[in-house]
């Protein structure tokens, strides 16, 4: 049997924005757990106020949100700020279109639900 090694990652500074607040407080519980600051939002349109107040260095942003979906969100991010932060789509949504799209959309990662941490952590370290 082989075993998996991950690698430390730097602390860093995420945002979770998913209106699943089970699966965002589990997230963000086992990412703490890892070292990492994490702050959760629950209702996407308060995602650009929360990235200028907290500055994190990762958003983890669902696509599937009412109001305002992850591609619109994730478009906003980068014309206000540009590629200063990285931004991983975690969906359920894990068709090759689906992926296609993330990456138009702006996003620095896709990875679909339900996801661990082990291959949640390689891609905070941007």
């Known amino acids: 049997m082989e075993e998996t ?13 998913d209106d ?11 990412l703490r ?3 990492h600051s ?8 308060e995602t650009l106020e929360r990235v200028a107040q ?3 260095d990762v958003v983890r942003l669902d696509i599937g949100m009412p ?19 990285r931004v991983i789509a975690l969906t359920g949504y894990g068709r ?3 992926r296609e799209r993330t990456r138009a959309a702006g996003f ?12 949640l952590l390689p891609h905070l370290a941007g």
């Open 54 to 56: 907290q500055k994190p």
């Open 67 to 85: 109001h305002m979906d992850g591609y619109a969100v994730v478009r906003a991010l980068r014309e206000h700020h540009g590629n200063a932060l």
């Open 33 to 35: 757990f890892e070292g």
């Open 5 to 17: 090694v991950v690698k430390p990652v730097a602390t860093r500074r995420i945002l979770i924005v």
């Open 108 to 119: 620095d990662a896709h990875l679909v639900k339900p996801i661990d941490v082990p291959a």
């Open 38 to 45: 994490v702050d959760v939002i629950y209702r996407s349109t």
């Open 96 to 98: 090759r279109e689906d």
């Open 20 to 30: 699943n607040r089970d699966a965002a407080d589990a997230l963000a519980l086992l």
